[in-house]
């Protein structure tokens, strides 16, 4: 069945997809995104990829890495915010336009306190309300936090780490003091913890000015058969699915709800995909013949046409 789907992956500064952009996935070209909150670039990494652009790579070197041998995608970001905010305001998570209740599969309810508990305690919503959502703090959520060092602009924003090498949990420069004096640990899964326990968030700032690079990972989501699967339990979606579906990641400040980024994961019927590249395709053919057609398009040789007297009769 999920032979029958291709994944699309856009990245915007809004829930709007119209807006948005198309991310390469798999390629080492970010996506940027700025606003007047945050400069933001993008990778995004599929195993197994099948989806649009076409002739998108497969898989990437990410995956080859000793990290991330089992994992399943990522979602790496080099963060530079414009304003400061505290560190319990930001989160990241899921969140969708419409209720999914009624299509949700049987075993939902179970997957989900698997997933709070083996993989992410922090995390709180309800995907059956008429506003499904599912967030954490971002300080508990990412798999990897590294803090940079403060720079002008977003010209000098770096992109997230390239594909031979994985971004590792730690600090830059200044950076990698500044993170010392909050008293965060040093690794990922330490950090996660630490962020977990009531009143730490509060003493985290995200400073205007100052580079952060993350990385969201997990070898749980398959995003070519939308399936999740979890240790000792598998919940397949896609029997479920109806028209354009999508998974979509946001990262946003909690209690004004100003977006900072959306990455959509949406899966599209293969024959829908197929019927519009078609029509593109036979309406940029016509669009040729039209243009030269209003050229006066002629063979070589030809002459301009001279009507006779017989000819205007």
């Known amino acids: 069945m999920a032979d029958k789907y291709l994944l699309r992956v856009t990245a915007g500064s809004s829930y709007d997809t119209t807006t948005h952009q198309t991310v390469q996935v798999n390629k080492p070209t ?13 990778s995004v990494r599929i195993q197994n990829y099948r989806g649009l652009p076409r002739k998108s790579p497969t898989t990437s070197a990410y995956f080859s890495h ?6 399943q995608y990522s979602i790496a970001f080099t963060l530079l915010p414009h304003k400061s905010f505290p560190g319990s305001a930001l989160v990241f998570g899921n969140s969708f336009d419409r209720p999914i209740r009624d ?15 083996a993989i992410d305690p922090g995390l709180d919503g ?3 309300s008429d506003t499904p959502h599912l967030y954490g703090n971002a300080l508990s959520s990412v798999n990897i936090l590294r803090v940079g060092e403060k720079v002008k602009d977003g010209k000098d924003l770096p992109e997230p780490v390239g594909e031979e090498k994985a971004l ?39 400073e205007e000015g100052r580079v952060y690079e993350c990385d969201f990972f997990n070898p749980y989501l398959d995003f070519n058969s939308f399936s999740l699967k979890l240790p000792g339990f598998s919940l397949s979606v896609l029997p479920y699915l109806g028209g354009t579906d999508y998974l979509r990641y946001v990262l946003k400040i909690k209690d004004t709800d100003e977006v900072l980024f959306v990455v959509v994961f949406s899966l ?5 995909v197929e019927k519009e590249e078609a029509e593109l395709k036979k309406g940029g053919e016509d669009t040729k013949v039209t243009s030269q057609e209003s050229q006066g398009a002629r063979h070589e040789g030809e002459k301009d046409f001279e009507p006779e007297a017989d000819d205007l009769d």
């Not at 970010?30 to 993008?42: E, F, G, L, V, Y």
């Open 30 to 42: 970010p996506t940027h995104i700025s606003t007047a909150i945050c400069d933001a670039k993008i």
């Open 66 to 71: 000793a990290l991330h041998l089992h994992d």
């Open 103 to 117: 299509r949700l599969p049987p075993g939902t309810s179970t997957a989900l306190r698997i997933v709070k508990w």
């Open 126 to 128: 309800d995907l059956y």
């Open 168 to 206: 590792e949990e730690g600090g830059d420069g200044e950076g990698e003091e500044w993170r010392k004096s909050k008293d965060v640990p040093e690794t990922g899964d330490a950090r996660k913890k630490h962020f977990l326990t009531k009143g730490k968030t509060e003493e985290w700032e995200w």
């Open 268 to 272: 599209l019927h293969k024959e829908d």
